[in-house]
């Protein structure tokens, strides 16, 4: 019983971040890869149906297949997952007056800040865009 719950709650998070996800691709404030990340990951746990209709539609396609395949972005992508992440960090950060909180959450945007330049190659537009065309 307890696994259905949970099952069921991974695929309504992933529909709610891919709902996000795809609002993100109309508006430049959400930012459309990780919310489709947190998608996939939602579905892969959730149910194998959801998950292979996911990675079928257009939407994984052309924003998650080369990042998936490649770990790779633009520095566009880069740039915008990081400041938004940022602002989300910087509203704990400001509020709460816990100095243990907020010395691990600066290690949090810093470890992400050191992931994002070491371990995800930065690509030009012009490859992506490429990619996603095809």
Do not use: N
Request: positive net charge; contains cysteine.
């Amino acid at each position: 019983m307890i696994h259905k719950i949970v099952k069921l709650f991974f695929i309504v998070m992933g529909f709610i971040a891919l709902g996000f996800g795809i609002l993100g691709i109309i508006l430049p404030v959400l930012p459309t890869t990780p919310l489709l990340l947190l998608a996939s990951f939602c579905f892969v746990k959730g149910s194998e149906r959801f998950e292979h209709w996911f990675k079928g539609t257009k939407i994984y396609k052309r924003h998650l297949e080369s990042f998936v395949r490649e770990r790779s972005m633009t520095l566009k992508q880069k740039i915008i997952i990081l400041l938004f992440a940022d602002a989300m960090i910087a509203v704990p950060l400001i509020i709460l007056d816990s100095i243990l909180i907020k010395i691990f959450l600066i290690l949090v945007v810093i470890y992400k800040y050191y992931y994002f330049i070491t371990k995800i190659k930065t690509v030009p537009e012009t490859i992506v865009d490429s990619v996603d065309k095809s």
